[in-house]
């Protein structure tokens, strides 16, 4: 099983308020991944990073930003939280050096309300 | 269009049916050819892999990629009920150090697959 973690498993918050999802993994794998996922459509790439102070914007436009300052920690925050933002938001990780280096592991997801 | 196409179902099979799952595609540049199953309220975890075309087994999954076609099958045989899952093919150009396509997965949407005893 992957030990790669998400906090909080469930969030639902009033409209304007600023929020952080987290994401940790203790696998030390360089490359971390946002994904958004909503319901009967594909998984979006919003946000990835290389390494430490590495970021960089996914396909999908996300308003969320995010941060790497330690290899195991990649959180995502969002400034002021709208309707528009309810999804289930799925981190991931991989390890460029291993053989298996296609294979991305997942958290179980954040799955965000705005209401 | 979407890179990758998948019907998304819902699918629902007997115990012990065959199950076949597909996916088409329209970047010739993808070499990589994934499957990965999420459980509800679960994240996605790899499944099947595939380089290029060909087929690959894996006890009662198999995974079949026609390049050619742009056109990816995955085969469950003697489906079981621990199977119902979503089923997500996924794609990538490559995972050489570098680039700007370096570890990015494109994604299907994924197939709801429900298996009833």
């Known amino acids: 099983e992957a030990d790669i973690y998400q906090t909080p498993r469930y969030l639902v918050i009033g409209t304007g308020k600023k929020i952080t999802l987290e994401c940790s993994q203790t696998m030390g794998h360089d490359k971390m991944y946002w994904y958004q996922q909503d319901p009967g459509m594909e998984l979006h790439l919003i946000h990835y990073?290389?390494?430490?102070?590495?970021?960089e914007k996914g396909d999908l436009s996300s308003e969320s930003t995010v941060s790497r300052i330690r290899t195991e920690h990649f959180p995502l925050t969002l400034e002021s939280a709208r309707p528009s933002h309810t999804s289930q938001y799925l981190c991931a990780s991989s390890d460029p050096r291993d053989p298996r280096a296609y294979e991305q592991y997942f958290g179980p997801g954040t799955r965000l309300t705005v209401t | 269009q979407k890179e990758v196409e998948q019907d998304p179902g819902p699918l629902s099979v007997p115990e012990g049916a065959i199950v076949s799952l597909n996916c088409t595609y329209s970047?010739?540049?993808?070499?990589?050819f994934m499957w990965y199953r999420q459980y509800s309220r679960k994240g996605p975890e790899l499944l099947m892999y595939t380089y290029s075309s060909g087929n690959k087994e894996d006890g009662r999954f198999t995974a079949q990629v026609d390049k050619s076609s742009k056109y990816i099958s995955l085969f469950i045989r003697d489906s079981q009920p621990s199977d119902s899952a979503t089923y997500l093919c996924a794609m990538s150009a490559g995972f050489d150090a570098g680039g700007t396509s370096y570890g990015k997965l494109t994604f299907g949407q994924g197939t709801i697959l429900t298996v009833h005893p």
């Open positions: 970047n010739s540049a993808f070499q990589y």
């Open positions: 990073s290389y390494g430490v102070n590495s970021t």
